[in-house]
């Protein structure tokens, strides 16, 4: 009888916990449904990489590090205060004599330098490696901003290549069935369907390339980031892409002659090797310095403590003594061993290095603005030909389509229209990239990319997908037959999704 009651009242509990864990599956997925996760900007990715990233970690710490120069510096033109302090036990012993007595004291010496020419430069260096320090901090700074862009932009374009990648495989898969029907019913010869079967090979292996790509990009944004990148807001379709402002490359160039941070660096290591080779000629010049001093001692019967270290004529007798002295000291350096005339002209050739560094930094700042410069003018003509191109390869696909099914064309000019398509449509998004980075690049060179650049950049994405540059013309109709057609692998433009596999 108890089992017979026991069994009822386990199927309830089981029915109460199937019942539990059902709800609480519909919550969760409700939940899900209701809160679903964005997709992380450029904004976004930016602000974590400040925090994450090593390398402008490594940069933070070296400036903390260098600013530190002026205040050691600075140091060696203040008072130095020394302090000792000492208990001695000596043995005296003469003939039949012997005697033993202790001695203690304490000392105290003051210097402070009055015209040192070698400390003077120094804490000149020191200011300017704290400029210098800081001018290295702001360009690592900048470059953070050109790493995550550059990164951001390179996900994106894996992501639209994979993307293309799966419809242009899904439009020869299409193609493949149809010439392999036409074949079936003797529309077609054998030839049709291995051209397409070969095409299809090909796409497949295009696929498979922007796969890892993908992967390969999205592991080194996660280097910068500190975590595995999610999805990402794309660019969205009818964005306007920034044109240079000036859009004079004279001024420019100009700019980046005088303040970028290459030739900011370059300017101060120029500086601070003049002051190295002035302050070799310290070699020449006398040192002069303020030195005072007191000392206290108690001693037995021997010569005193004090007078020990105060270098002055000894006294006999005990009990405790005090003295003190101050003066000015002179020091006039009179032969070195041909050291100082060494040094010079290590220094001046150093000095003549740092002009020549100069020199180079400013024609690559030069450089950089007109290849920046260039890179957002052409690309911005660049996008548009694409644009343009992309509608005439919209079109001849689907001429070719038409007379392939009415037998004026073959399957090969149905292939190549394709395959043109594709090229193009991958061209035009890496145009769009890589107009984008060009108009960061160009800030950079002129020593003018801020984070607020960032923004009106970030402006120009979108988290919907469908409205994505990538996505706009790039679905077709389905011609009649396509369900016929072999299974599309890839996941839609614009978003993050890995491969069905």
């Known amino acids: 009888m108890r089992a017979a009651r026991c069994a009822p009242a386990s199927h309830t509990r089981a029915a109460s916990a199937f019942a539990t864990a059902t709800a609480l599956f519909a919550f969760l997925a409700l939940a899900g449904h209701a809160a679903p996760v964005r997709a992380a900007d450029l904004l976004q990715l930016y602000s974590e990489a400040q925090n994450r990233d090593a390398l402008i970690a490594s940069a933070r710490s070296a400036y903390l590090a260098n600013i530190e120069a002026l205040p050691q510096a600075r140091a060696a033109l203040l008072p130095q205060i020394t302090a000792r302090w000492g208990t001695v036990n000596t043995h005296y012993g003469s003939g039949n004599i012997s005697n033993t007595f202790g001695s203690s004291g304490y000392s105290l010496a003051l ?97 498979i390339a922007a796969q890892n790509t993908l992967d390969v990009r999205r592991a080194a944004f996660a280097r910068i980031v500190g975590h595995p990148v999610g999805s990402l807001a794309t660019l969205r379709a009818g964005s306007t892409l920034p044109s240079p402002e000036p859009n004079n490359v004279a001024d420019w160039v100009a700019q980046a002659e005088q303040s970028n941070y290459g030739v900011q660096l370059q300017t101060l290591t120029l500086e601070i090797a003049r002051r190295e080779t ?122 070719n389509k038409l007379g392939y099914q009415v037998g004026v064309r073959i399957n090969a000019d149905v292939l190549n229209a394709e395959d043109k398509l594709f090229t193009t449509r991958r061209d035009l998004a890496k145009a769009r990239y890589s107009t984008l980075l060009s108009s960061l690049q160009l800030k950079a060179s002129a020593a003018t990319l801020v984070d607020t650049d960032l923004q009106l950049l970030n402006a120009l994405l979108t988290e919907n997908p469908d409205a994505s540059a990538a996505m706009a013309g790039a679905r077709e109709p389905a011609p009649a037959d396509a369900g016929t057609g072999l299974p599309a692998r890839g996941v839609r433009p614009g978003t993050t999704a890995p491969l069905r596999r």
């Open 111 to 207: 210097t402070q330098p009055i015209f040192h020419w070698d400390s003077w430069q120094s804490y000149q260096q020191g200011k300017l490696t704290v400029a210098s320090a800081e001018a290295a901090f702001a360009q690592a700074q900048q470059d953070l901003i050109l790493r995550v862009a550059t990164a951001y932009f390179d996900v994106l374009a894996a992501q639209d290549d994979l993307a293309l990648a799966g419809t242009h495989k899904q439009a020869i898969a299409e193609q493949l069935a149809s010439a392999k029907r036409n074949f079936e019913v003797g529309n077609a010869t054998i030839v049709d369907a291995n051209e397409a079967q070969a095409s299809f090979d090909q796409a497949t292996a295009q696929e």
């Open 278 to 399: 002035s302050k070799a000629k310290s070699g020449y010049l006398p040192s002069v310095d303020l030195v005072a001093s007191g000392a206290h001692s108690n001693v037995g019967n021997a010569n005193s403590l004090l007078t020990s270290a105060m270098s002055s004529p000894s006294s006999q007798g005990t009990g405790p003594s005090s003295a003190g002295q101050i003066g000015i000291q002179i020091s006039i350096p009179i032969f070195s061993g041909g050291s100082v005339q060494s040094r010079m002209r290590q220094t001046l050739a150093l000095e003549d290095k740092a002009q020549s560094d100069l020199d180079d930094a400013r024609r690559l700042a030069v450089l950089g603005a007109r290849t920046s410069y260039l890179g957002v003018s052409s690309g911005l003509a660049q996008v548009k030909a694409l644009e343009a191109a992309e509608q005439s390869a919209q079109s001849s696909v689907a001429s």
